[in-house]
Each structure stands twice: as C-alpha cells, then as structure tokens.
C-alpha cells in the first residue's frame, strides 16, 4: 500500500513539476525547443523573472481545484452523510472560473466565495487555459453541468484528463468508482468520450498504483475496466498502441539510437493535444522510464506535441509509483506552489484516515 503522505505528494508535486518543465515549450516542436535549449532539448525548470519560480499551467491549477472538490465533498459526506463528489468538483471547477475571469457563471455560486482555497494569490492568473474549460463552465448556470449521458459539446481536448489524478488518490480503495468519477468530472466540461474516458482510466491507474501495483497491471485493468464505457475504442487504442511501443523498444541501441526510436514512437501515438493522446504519450513516457523520474520526464516534453499536459500526467502517474522522494529535490524547490501540492496531498491523506 502507499497510501501515505510521501505518494499522495508525490503524485501532485510529479504533476506540477512537468506541468512547469513543459509549460515554456507547450507550442514550440522539438527543433524548436533545441535551438532554444541545445540539443538535449530543455532540462531545468526556467524561472519566472518576478518571482523566482517555475510556474505551473492550467493542468496543475485545475488539478488543485479537484482536490478541493474532491475535500468538500468528503466533509459533507461526513457530516450530513451527503454523498455528491461529481457536484462538488463542479463548483470547484467554478472557483477556477473565477480565478481565471474574475465572475461565477451564475451569481447564485457566489457562496463559494468562502472556500479556502481561493486564497492562494497564484492561481489568479491565467496559464494557457485550454480553449474548453472557461467558455464551457461560463455557461454552466442553474447548478446543471456536462455528464455522459447528456454531454456539454463535442470536445474531445486534453482538459479533461489532465485534471483527474487527485479522483485516483481519493478513491484508492475503490478502483472502480475512481474510473466512473473520473470520467464524470471530465464530462462535466467535456462531451466527447475520448477526452473524460482517458480521465476515468488515469483516475483508475493511480488509484490501482497507491493499493501497490505496478504500472503495467494497474494499465491492464484501467483498459478492462474501459470497455464497460460507451466510446472507448480511440482511448483503448492509443492506450494499447503506448504500452506495446514502450515494451517493443529495442534495448541494445545506444543512447542516441534510443533518443530517436523515442520520437518516432511519440510521433507514432500523436500530438497529445487530445484526450486519449495525451493519456497514452505519458503512459509510454512513464513506462520507458518507470524508475527514473527525472528521464521520463525529459521524455515527456520534449517532443512536438504537448510538452506540459503530457509531463502533467506522466508525473502525476510516476509521483504516485515513486513518492515524492524521487522527485529531483531542486525541481521541488523551484515550482509554483509547492507549499500547496503539499497542503493538498496532506490534507488528503488525514480525510481518508478519519474513514478508517
Ligand atoms: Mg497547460
């Protein structure tokens, strides 16, 4: 089992620090990115003029706003035995909203003007939002919201599953019930099945992860459990293209042989800016690399594609697998608002204690 502090934060403070390694290079190709950084491509976090730090996106905002939903409903559940975690991330995902815009969709959420989380300065600021999340949540009025079955638009953008791995944390006991939550907090601003199933099969991961599998058996029953869902085929196929290319790879090949068999096969599984691509980029990144955070991590971003929702995900899913002590120790130090990972991977961990 790791369902203790050090994997709780290693799963938010993995997803913030390659949200923060890909954050610069999110729209530059690889050659683009090497003639900025030099032929390894980039491998430092770059550092805010103002304030020092290596800032986080859209990726690591939102995975905190579900964090706190995923809290608040825990403490109604408790104490008035009120169970609506999907809600709950919803009026989350609306404190986002109003990060980024400054106004409720409906000024009936200005309740939720109290929630904690709301005081932290940093996440007032907009970090390449994606183009679904705020104009789609700007129209969520009267309480109602994107679901499965009566989906909100046809997007099928990375948004979604970028956003899911604290739904993995909360549910670990119940790898089932991470993978329906999962995907339903992707619904509730993405319509399409290929961008919140792939949030239902990370969910799923890490939730299997923190109960002690491995990468590979934790994929294994996400992909089982995904057949269940209506629209699984594209996630199911990027999913099961990643792991067979990872596992295909040649061994014997140098470094730099290596170096470029990675990008054919990252070029081979797409672009990311998708649901199901993104999902499947970090699960081959992660399993190239399942004991090396800091090279899967290089792997992650650099690419053509979608260098800080890729590395997100690939830390999310590696910071569960490793802990936070595998995290290099300096990227820790450097990101944006590590003091509130921490906070958030802790205060998890004591809701699901009090359960026991
Ligand atoms: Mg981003």
Redesign the pocket.
Known sequence: MKNSKDYYRGCLLGGAVG?ALG?PV?MLSNEEIQNSYGEKGIRRLVLDSTSGKALI???TQMTTFTVDGLLWADSRAKERGIYGYTPCIFYAYQKWLYTQTGYFADKNYEFLLKGEVLEWEELYTQ????RTSIPTLAGCINGKYGTMTNRINGSKGSGAV?RAAPVGLYFYDDSKMAFKIGCESGAITHGHPSAYLPAGVLAYVIAEIISGANLESALAGALEELQRYEGFQETLEAVTRAVSLAKSQDQTLGKSDQAAADLLDIAAIGGGWTGEEALALAVYCAMRYPNDFESAMYLAVNHDGNS??VA?ICGNILGAYLGSMEIPFKWILQVELADLMVHGADKMIRALQEEE
């Open positions: 949200d954050y999110e996106s859209d990726d970090r390449g939002p994606g970028m800080d929702t997100a």
